[in-house]
């Protein structure tokens, strides 16, 4: 994070001076030689700027891709670990107020035990498709989360794009241990997304111990559930809804109960 505001004090710094130099000449110089002054000023400040760009580019994409090495696999086409996702923020756990923690300044909140903690490491010791509904904010990918890091560190862990999903298929056949992550399942449903037999891949036979973990806001798995009102959209919605009737579904609140506010 230092790195990427470092270059782009860099890159605001260049365009300052070359906006500066065609100001001053402006101000001090007749008209034909500030214009050739300024045009001198942009030159020099083009190329520095058009590679800061990039950096900064770059440095985006970068923190995109391998945030908690979430997309990383390795030249043996190796899957990074569940016990070495050390940020749920770039697994799509919502940021908290910062605070300080064991004097570090810190984004994640502390865990809160929750009411349906123990259905969800049942399902998650059980393996196969899960997953978890609720609101949003409800807590839902937190939930999975901790649940993984507890039961599953030494699982491989996939997290796919939603156009990833067939290009990850092969890593993730690989490991006899593994978990995909499909934060946010709508994303997932459209065309050439998650399907039944696609599923049943991820998953493998009984000699792999792999589970799928998807989230869901409330609305869209109503949606999906609903018959369609769209006659061209039938068939892809009925497959839709029966995956998602295939999964071990697990649905938490988003007001917290006692027990949860007082633990």
């Not at 065609?22 to 030689?33: F, S």
């Not at 940020?87 to 908290?96: C, N, S």
Request: hydrophobic share 50%; with cysteine; aromatic share 6%.
């Amino acid at each position: 994070m230092v790195g990427r505001v470092r270059l782009w004090i860099v890159y605001f710094v260049l365009a300052v001076i070359a906006g500066l130099a065609g100001v001053v000449a402006a101000i001090w110089m007749p008209p034909e030689r500030a214009a050739a002054v300024a045009a001198t000023a942009v030159a020099i400040t083009a190329l520095p700027v058009t590679r800061v760009s990039a950096r900064i580019d770059t440095a985006t994409r970068q923190r995109e891709l391998m945030s908690a090495n979430l997309y990383a696999v390795s030249a043996t086409g190796r899957l990074p670990c569940v016990r070495d996702l050390i940020d749920p923020i770039a697994l799509g756990v919502h940021a908290a107020e910062s605070f300080v923690r064991d004097g570090v300044a810190d984004r994640v909140a502390p865990f809160i035990q929750r009411d349906r903690e123990a259905d969800v490491h049942a399902a998650v010791t059980s393996g196969g498709f899960v997953l978890i509904v609720g609101e949003s904010t409800a807590g839902k990918t937190r939930l999975a989360y901790e649940a993984l890091r507890t039961l599953r560190p030494n699982h491989a862990f996939a997290c796919p794009t939603p156009s990833a999903l067939y290009a990850l298929l092969p890593a993730v056949q690989k490991e006899k241990k593994c978990v995909v992550w499909l934060d946010d399942l709508e994303r997932y449903l459209g065309a050439q997304g998650l399907t039944a037999q696609l599923l049943t891949q991820l998953l493998g036979d009984s000699s792999r111990d792999a589970l799928v973990i998807a989230t869901m806001r409330a609305h869209e798995h109503q949606q999906f559930l609903s018959p369609p009102t769209d006659a061209s959209t039938e068939e892809r919605a009925m497959r839709a809804r029966e995956l998602l009737q295939s999964a071990r579904t697990i649905r938490i609140d988003r007001q917290w109960s006692a027990a949860e506010r007082h633990p």
